[in-house]
Each structure stands twice: as structure tokens, then as C-alpha cells.
């Protein structure tokens, strides 16, 4: 896909630190020297084509809910077919085949620990396979975004890769009518219009200045991640990523994920358990690039840099994707499943 000088800014600039104000596109317009029409309209091609998921928040795993990473070893003859059960549910928001014994790979996200015990405990009854599950236990660099280079040009801004993963957070489930409303209204994205946090305020029954306040305060205590344009990346010829694992020592995790946390090429970086006996890897590294070769080269640098030669490790490049969106807080078949709204006072 050809991505011109304006396209590239709004793909690298703005994937996070998102103006919270009541005009943020006329302020992306004002840096980019055009008019906020002209703004709208690029964002509302790029999503057309597939390019930008969503404008809107990513929520720090686990402060208004619970997630988990969890693997099927799918025969492959079923793999199509068990897949499109696992999509079924609301709470996945990512489902991918891996190159691994385990090869289908998906986040859910629920309410509360119960209710994604029983959503798992379900998709194990469901298709006859049982699931890993591996939850998150430490976090070193998780969802930053991180800039790409399109069309032979890299933008001046750099995303802060240093942006503290130790941020102090505040757990905070949400707490009134409003702050659920909110979560389901900004979930899958803010409007793109003139004033979108004014449309979103209008639908809760509260002033613009409110939705604002209450955005502000779940970024600045750290429950949302980052606010601004998520890319899918594929559709700009990112198309090789690999989940690569380490069996580190536990005496070393923590000073070798945070080195990892730092490297430019990774893009996730976080500890899980080793599910004995069958997985005894527990730190997780995310790698993309443009394709299979230059993954593995950046592999082989960080092995290189690190000297993790004698480490066992494997790369479990991504082969298709049959399920991707933001993560869900607020689903829409009750009759079928929880809804944060009863469960999360």
C-alpha cells in the first residue's frame, strides 16, 4: 500500500498521547498544517482499508479486568473449524495459528477470574481439547506501539520505549454506571467526528468536560496503556512476527527482561508461568518485521547481544489470523455470557 507523508505522520505520531481536548483532530491538523476535514477523512480511509484497527485506548492488562495468553494443540485437520469456535466468544480478542506442537494461540479477557476460568473451562468442554493457560505474572514492555518505516522514511518522533512498565497503578474496576457506559462506549474506538468525546458524553448523559476528566484520570493512573491511532501493521507490510520464549533462570528474569524491554525490534516483553510439563518457557518476546528473514536475523542479534547461546528458546512465528480486535469489556450475548456490567462493582 502507498502511504503518503501525511498518512505516515498519522501512523507513527499519534499511537499514543492522544489530545484530550474537544477538537483533538483539529489539533493533529494544526501539526500537520492541514484542516481537521482533511484529517477525518485519511483516518476514515486508512480504517477502510484495514490499516488502522481503531482511534481509541488500549487498557493495561488486568486493572478493569483479567486476561490471559492460553495454547490448543489442534489437530491440524480440525484447526479451521476449533478456530472458529474459540472466535465465538466475545471475550477472545486474539486468536492466531503458531508454528508449535501448541499452534493456536488467544488472549481473553473477562471480568474477573472466575468468569475466565469458566470461559476457558467452556471452550475446553466446547471443542474436546484442552487449553494452556498462561497468565500474565510480570510485565516489562507491553503494547507501546513502535514506528515503522514506510516508504523509505522513518518519522523524527520516536515512540518512548521507556515509558515505565513499573508505573504505579491503581486497580480500578469500574466504579458507577457511567464509567462502565464509558468503557463500552470507548472500547472499540472513539467516533471519528469533529468532537468525539462531546458524541461519546452525549450517549452517557454528561457533559463533554466529564468523558474528558474520567479519560484523563484512567491514563494518568495507568488503567489505559496508551489513547491514539492502533495500526494493524500486516497491511503495511509488516507481515512476519514471531512470539519468541525463553526458559530463562528465575534469578535472572527480571534484569534480563528489562534489557529485552529496550531493544528496538521487540515490541512485547513480559513473564509468564512454565506449564510444566509441557511448556517450561517463561519470558515472551514479540518480534515483527517485514519478513521471516529480518525476524530472524533480529533474533539471532539479541542471542548475539545477550549471550544467550546455551539458552533453550523457540520462535513461534504467527501463520494466520483468525481472530484480531481491541479487548471487549462489555459483551453484547448475555443470554450466553457474563457481562462486566453484573460482575464488576
Aim: net charge positive.
Amino acid at each position: 500500500m502507498n502511504i503518503n507523508g501525511l498518512e505516515q505522520n498519522l501512523l507513527n505520531d499519534y499511537q499514543r498521547g492522544f489530545f484530550l481536548n474537544s477538537t483533538p483532530f483539529a489539533e493533529i491538523a494544526k501539526q500537520n498544517n492541514t484542516d481537521s476535514a482533511t484529517i477525518l477523512r485519511k483516518i476514515k480511509q486508512l480504517k477502510q482499508a484495514g490499516v488502522i484497527a481503531r482511534v481509541g485506548p488500549v487498557f493495561r492488562p488486568n486493572t478493569i479486568g483479567v486476561s490471559t495468553l492460553a495454547a490448543m494443540k489442534v489437530p491440524l485437520h480440525q484447526l479451521e473449524a476449533i478456530a472458529e469456535m474459540v472466535n465465538q466468544y466475545p471475550e477472545v480478542n486474539h486468536n492466531y495459528e503458531r508454528e508449535h506442537a501448541f499452534n493456536l494461540w488467544f488472549v481473553a479477557t473477562a471480568s474477573d477470574q472466575q468468569h475466565l476460568a469458566n470461559v476457558l473451562r467452556d471452550i475446553e468442554r466446547e471443542t474436546g481439547i484442552p487449553v494452556m493457560n498462561l497468565p500474565l505474572v510480570k510485565e516489562f514492555h507491553i503494547d507501546l506501539g513502535f514506528k515503522m518505516s514506510l516508504q523509505g522514511k522513518r518519522s523524527a518522533t520516536a515512540i518512548d520505549k521507556h515509558y515505565s512498565s513499573e508505573q504505579v497503578v491503581q486497580h480500578a474496576q469500574p466504579n458507577d454506571a457511567i464509567q462502565q457506559q464509558l468503557i463500552a462506549e470507548i472500547q472499540s474506538g472513539l467516533p471519528i467526528v469533529e468532537q468525539p468525546y462531546a458524541e461519546i458524553a452525549i450517549k452517557l448523559g454528561v457533559n463533554e468536560q466529564e468523558v474528558i476528566r474520567r479519560l484523563d484520570t484512567m491514563i494518568t493512573s495507568g488503567v489505559i496503556r496508551r489513547m491514539g491511532i492502533i495500526v494493524r501493521h500486516r497491511k503495511l507490510g509488516y507481515r512476519a512476527n514471531a512470539m519468541v520464549v525463553w526458559d530463562i533462570p528465575n534469578d535472572q528474569i527480571n534484569q534480563l527482561g528489562q534489557a529485552l524491554s529496550k531493544i528496538d525490534s521487540i515490541t512485547l516483553c513480559y513473564q509468564r508461568p512454565r506449564y510444566a510439563p509441557h511448556w517450561n518457557y517463561n519470558l515472551f518476546t514479540m518480534i515483527h518485521g517485514q519478513d521471516r528473514i529480518s525476524v530472524e536475523a533480529c533474533i539471532k542479534n539479541i542471542v548475539k547481544k545477550f549471550n544467550l547461546e546455551t539458552i533453550d528458546k523457540s520462535a513461534l512465528f504467527s501463520k494466520r489470523c483468525f481472530k484480531q480486535r481491541g479487548a471487549c469489556y462489555s459483551y453484547s450475548r448475555p443470554e450466553t455470557h457474563f457481562q462486566l456490567a453484573s460482575n464488576g462493582g
